[in-house]
């Protein structure tokens, strides 16, 4: 995965359990339609791969993996600990990832209303709310999953 996000210019912060934590500096920069572009076309790819790594992982006698992939857009804090040489990174679009993942369907990229409303006027993407989705807020925060037109 993390070969994958290098590729559409991702940077990995950390792997934590079975999630790595990632995000497109593009984004905040000038020209931000690359970032959110780059974000979308490498969640979509990872989930392209998916069979790719899984033949991979059999060869090498591991056993399949199925996974999940969300993005989001907001401000972030990227941060090292005193006690640690690895950055972390702190804000609500880490958090809310956290919860919409669980709306994506096995092998397959949501991502949540801030992106959306950034990226929804790109031609190239399909984009589906998913509707009865509830991530325990007082408020519904839509999540859409999103794929290739």
Do not use: W
């Amino acid at each position: 995965m993390a070969k994958i996000l290098t590729r559409f210019g991702g940077f990995v912060i950390k792997n934590v359990g079975d999630c790595l934590i990632y995000y497109f500096p593009e984004s905040s920069k000038s020209n931000r339609k690359y970032g959110f572009m780059s974000c979308l076309e490498c969640s979509l790819a990872m989930t392209e791969y998916h069979d790719t790594i899984c033949k991979r992982l059999v060869k090498e006698g591991l056993p399949r993996v199925d996974y999940r992939i969300s993005s989001d857009y907001g401000s972030v804090v990227l941060m090292k600990s005193s006690t640690s040489e690895s950055l972390d990174m702190i804000g609500a679009p880490v958090n809310m990832c956290s919860k919409i993942n669980y709306a994506a369907t096995k092998n397959n990229s949501v991502i949540g209303g801030d992106l959306y409303r950034m990226v929804k006027k790109f031609d190239d993407y399909k984009y589906k709310e998913i509707k009865g989705f509830s991530i325990g807020l007082k408020h519904s925060y839509p999540v859409y999953e999103i794929q290739r037109k």
